[in-house]
């Protein structure tokens, strides 16, 4: 007598539908009694979904495949046993057909002992992945029109500084006050790690507190706070009132950009940092002219990377002997070239401004022309012709690329810096130059200046370009 598996599966959408565990059950036994097929077990998993095969069910009835006490797999309906077209031919040739099991579907009336039945599952498969991807795409809409309307994404789980209540984020004015208190404290020059050590001492959310670095710079980042909903990587103006000002959103992105560029230039890393974190004015600014190594400050000196015992990391050339500065020496250099800088001569050189750049390609032509190639490809696929899987893996390359592009032309583009910005910065480096904090003086040189570059006694200093 022939041994089976019956596998069942309902996911959380379709518990209203027909697909119920107990009516599914019931059929499969009803055909393994007609057929005199001896059930060996039912596999099931409830409330996973068919997009993909880690569900346990079906993991054990694998194992139990390959150990060869089955002969036959029996579903109710072929999406039960996956809705992904690669994975649904993977499970039945790889896994059932590779190991002498038959697969039966009762509600299509075909299995794989037939060659008709083979050919079937090929094509209904397909389907089964277009019911996804049409469910996924109404899905998607969905959330995207909601963004449009200005409704946030998040659920009950409100960020810090609002509640949600009747669907939309109302202000929690505790809460708000440490949202505004965090970003000021950070503009004023503050390190992140300093941030994060001074709200976990002073303040509780709703949420327990400030539990890390991490939640700090999500905050900081966070455009819901200008009263915005993002969604896949577009801004919405939202229906809640904002906790910030533009001006201080942009002056707070400001300095994490200037992070970033900092870090990048030496180590060709893209994650940021906190440009404040050192206890000297320059550190993070000076690099070595004769290998490209950072300089850092020890022991009253600005030295080298390359030739201390520090991070490992940070060493370009172990033979660089590049001249250490006494740190008070270096300081007053640079203190003196920014104090008497001529923004007069900062204008951007004509040469730079016509410079040509390389013409942006038009993605979103070829997003149009992507659409167009699928809608074409699908009314090949119903005239006939073409084989199912050329047109499959087709659809699955343009899809990837539309999808890259997309992201191409949603990433937000930095603002360039103004000649303002460069004299706002360097009048408030003055300013602060007898009694000021060190991290706010250092917060305006790293406006000022892109790096300084060190070869023995010669010091060279590279203001931000305009």
Excluded at 391 to 419: D, V
Aim: aromatic fraction near 10%; hydrophobic fraction near 35%.
């Amino acid at each position: 007598m022939m041994k089976g598996a019956c596998y069942v599966r309902v996911s959380t959408e379709n518990q209203l539908e027909n697909y119920s565990i107990e009516e599914q059950t019931e059929r499969l036994t009803a055909y393994c009694k007609a057929k005199d097929i001896t059930i060996v077990k039912f596999y099931t998993d409830g409330g996973y979904s068919g997009g993909n095969v880690n569900r346990p069910g079906l993991q054990q009835m694998l194992g139990d495949i390959a150990a060869g006490i089955i002969d036959t797999v029996i579903v109710y309906k072929l999406d039960r046993l996956s809705r992904s077209q690669k994975d649904t031919l993977m499970l039945i040739e790889d896994k059932f057909l590779a190991n002498h099991v038959d697969f039966v579907s009762i509600n299509e009336n075909f299995d794989t002992s037939t060659p008709f039945g083979r050919a079937m599952i090929g094509i209904l498969s397909v389907f089964a992945q277009l019911e996804k991807d049409q469910i996924t795409e109404r899905f998607t809409m969905g959330r995207v029109g909601r963004a449009r309307n200005g409704y946030f994404h998040g659920g009950a789980y409100a960020p810090t500084g609002y509640d949600y209540a009747d669907g939309n984020l109302v202000v929690n004015e505790y809460e708000a006050l440490q949202v505004r208190e965090l970003y000021e404290r950070f503009a004023s020059g503050h390190t992140l790690h300093s941030c994060w050590i001074y709200m976990q001492d002073k303040y509780t959310t709703k949420y327990g507190g400030w539990k890390s670095e991490t939640l700090v710079r999500n905050v900081l980042k966070n455009e819901v706070y200008l009263g915005k909903v993002k969604f896949k990587g577009k801004l919405y103006s939202g229906n809640h009132t904002p906790i910030i000002s533009q001006d201080l959103y942009d002056r707070v992105q400001q300095m994490f950009l200037n992070s970033s560029k900092s870090d990048a230039a030496q180590t060709g890393r893209t994650y940021t940092r906190s440009p404040f974190k050192a206890k000297t004015l320059l550190s993070n600014l000076i690099y070595c002219q004769k290998c490209g190594a950072r300089f850092h400050g020890e022991h009253g000196n600005y030295s080298c990377y390359s030739r201390t015992k520090g991070d490992k990391r940070y060493v370009i050339d172990p033979d660089c002997k590049n001249k250490k500065w006494k740190i008070e020496e270096l300081d007053a250099l640079v203190i003196h070239y920014i104090t008497n800088l001529d923004f007069n001569e900062l204008q951007p050189e004509p040469d730079a401004l016509q410079e040509q750049q390389p013409l942006k390609p038009d993605y979103k032509a070829r997003i149009t022309e992507i659409e167009k190639q699928v809608e074409k490809l699908i009314e090949l696929y119903q005239i006939g012709g073409i084989p199912i899987n050329v047109i499959s893996e087709r659809i699955q390359s343009l899809a990837k690329e539309k999808n890259t592009l997309t992201e191409i032309l949603e990433a937000p583009q930095p603002e360039a810096l103004t000649l303002q910005d460069l004299r706002a910065a360097k009048d408030r480096f003055v300013n602060l130059l007898e009694s000021g904090d060190l991290q706010e003086k250092r917060y305006c040189l790293t406006i000022l200046i892109d790096k300084i570059l060190i070869d023995d006694d010669a010091i060279n200093i590279i203001l931000r370009k305009i």
